[in-house]
């Protein structure tokens, strides 16, 4: 709960530069592959279980033009075959510079954080689960063209005990999901 405080304070801070807090919804379908298959064949199986999230995120730091530091809170919601809420505090690093930007502005971020279900995920107790669970995030963003601070992005939204590290659990979720995002 301290944590969680101490990244909301990081909101209330004074903004400096255009573009350094955004706010996002997103929406996705649970798939029961695994996290490297799914990126490795671009593809997953899908289950009648659905997530929506809202969230906020603030740049936090920079190195050069090239990778930015962001914190971000989630809160979502499961539906379909498992009913439960989740929320999530995740620290992301997002590569800003890709060869083909001036066509389309892309970034590609990665996150660790964790993950907190308001109850234990039916669809993630046969490798056994937790409410609390690791959480990364893999995403691809593409800034609308003809805009500066409105994106669309896709997301791999991934809950895991990570091998039995938290409490034994070894169970975990993947989602699919695409969203958008609003910068200012």
Same mark, same amino acid.
């Given at each position: 709960?301290?944590? $969680?405080? +101490?990244?909301?304070?990081?909101?209330?801070?004074?903004?400096?530069?255009?573009?350094?807090?955004?706010?996002?919804?997103?929406?996705?379908?649970?798939?029961?592959?695994? +996290? $490297?298959?799914?990126?490795?064949?671009?593809?997953a199986t899908r289950e009648?279980?659905?997530?929506?999230?809202?969230?906020?995120?603030?740049?936090?730091?920079?190195f050069g033009h090239y990778?930015?530091?962001?914190?971000?809170?989630?809160?979502?919601?499961?539906?379909?075959?498992?009913?439960?809420?989740?929320?999530?505090?995740? +620290?992301?690093a997002r590569w800003q510079?890709?060869?083909?930007?001036?066509?389309?502005?892309?970034?590609?971020?990665?996150?660790?954080?964790?993950?907190?279900?308001?109850?234990?995920?039916?669809?993630?107790?046969?490798?056994?689960?937790?409410? $609390?669970?690791?959480?990364?995030?893999?995403?691809?963003?593409?800034?609308?063209?003809?805009?500066?601070?409105?994106?669309?992005?896709?997301?791999?939204?991934?809950?895991?005990?990570?091998?039995?590290?938290?409490?034994?659990?070894?169970?975990?979720?993947?989602?699919?999901?695409?969203?958008?995002?609003?910068?200012?």
């Amino acid at each position: 709960m301290r944590t $969680l405080a +101490m990244i909301l304070l990081l909101f209330l801070t004074p903004a400096g530069i255009a573009g350094e807090r955004y706010a996002f919804i997103y929406g996705g379908q649970l798939s029961q592959d695994r +996290m $490297l298959d799914i990126l490795s064949r671009a593809e997953a199986t899908r289950e009648y279980s659905y997530l929506v999230t809202l969230g906020a995120g603030k740049r936090v730091g920079t190195f050069g033009h090239y990778l930015d530091w962001e914190v971000e809170i989630q809160g979502g919601r499961h539906f379909g075959e498992q009913n439960h809420g989740e929320t999530v505090a995740v +620290m992301i690093a997002r590569w800003q510079r890709l060869p083909w930007d001036r066509w389309l502005d892309t970034s590609i971020a990665l996150g660790q954080g964790l993950s907190y279900a308001t109850r234990r995920p039916e669809l993630e107790r046969s490798g056994g689960t937790n409410r $609390l669970l690791n959480y990364l995030l893999v995403e691809a963003s593409f800034v609308v063209p003809g805009t500066r601070n409105w994106e669309i992005f896709s997301r791999l939204h991934h809950r895991s005990g990570v091998f039995g590290l938290y409490d034994g659990a070894e169970g975990g979720s993947n989602v699919l999901g695409i969203g958008l995002r609003t910068r200012f």
